[in-house]
């Protein structure tokens, strides 16, 4: 049986949101999943999204560490979203393992939200309607595109190629080879939902950092006497400044 899905590589992620932003420009005007915006820049700004990049830091200074991490939908061979649709709305795709939503049967009652437990699916507040990634379904199922543009949209845009996509369950297709080769995983496989997303580890590389190029030589604490200020009837930042 296929099962597609992502494989992503810490190692060489870099956080710039090419994955995101194609994803919302893709999906807020394909087939497979609309994602709106009612007010994008107000105050009250908001929103779907079906990827997400968080960002971490890790260690203590000078031995500090930044980790991207995206998140979406993990096509679970188990999804336990699907069996608490009470409509039938969620379900797997049979032919490539995809789980996707039926948005004519969806009430938006949130059940497939509490029962996944990475978080992974959002409600629409414009369509009422929950929202997921859906490895871009219509484009792998559009065939006046070329084979090879026949892929995610975030998979395409990554400046890094950080995203791989493919049959995890084809022994020799690149996912599978870059599970095997660098220890891919899955997140928390205790719980027994099988994600079909694996995550390639990050491999630390050892700082060599020189002890001097830890300290400022013209640093203001270390030298005595009084430090610099502006005089007493300088203009303020809040007076030269619009913020």
């Not at 949101?17 to 919302?24: F, N, P, Q, Y």
């Not at 890790?58 to 069996?83: M, N």
């Not at 996912?175 to 891919?184: F, K, L, M, N, T």
């Amino acid at each position: 049986m296929t099962q597609l899905a992502l494989v992503i590589d810490l190692n060489v992620c870099v956080g710039c949101h090419a994955c995101v932003t194609s994803c919302k420009a893709w999906n807020s005007f394909g087939e497979a999943g609309p994602m709106t915006d009612p007010d994008p820049y107000g105050p009250g700004y908001g929103g779907t999204f079906f990827n997400r990049v968080l960002t971490y830091e890790a260690g203590r200074f000078p031995e500090v560490d930044t980790i991207h991490f995206p998140k979406s939908c993990l096509h679970c061979e188990d999804p336990p979203c699907v069996p608490v649709c009470p409509t039938g709305a969620s379900y797997k795709r049979e032919k490539d393992g995809i789980v996707l939503v039926d948005h004519d049967k969806c009430i938006g009652c949130k059940y497939c939200a509490w029962a996944c437990p990475y978080g992974a699916r959002e409600l629409d507040a414009g369509e009422k309607v929950m929202a997921k990634c859906t490895l871009c379904a219509d484009r792998l199922d559009d065939e006046t595109l070329p084979p090879e543009r026949r892929r995610p949209a975030c998979v395409l845009a990554c400046p890094t190629g950080a995203r791989i996509f493919g049959d995890i369950h084809d022994p020799d297709s690149e996912a599978s080879r870059a599970i095997r080769a660098h220890g891919g995983y899955t997140l928390m496989p205790e719980l027994g939902t099988r994600p079909a997303n694996h995550y390639l580890p990050r491999r630390r590389t050892e700082m060599r950092i020189h002890p001097d190029e830890l300290v400022r030589a013209d640093n203001p604490l270390r030298k005595e006497g009084e430090l610099p200020a502006p005089p007493a009837d300088a203009p303020t930042l809040d007076e030269t400044t619009s913020w």
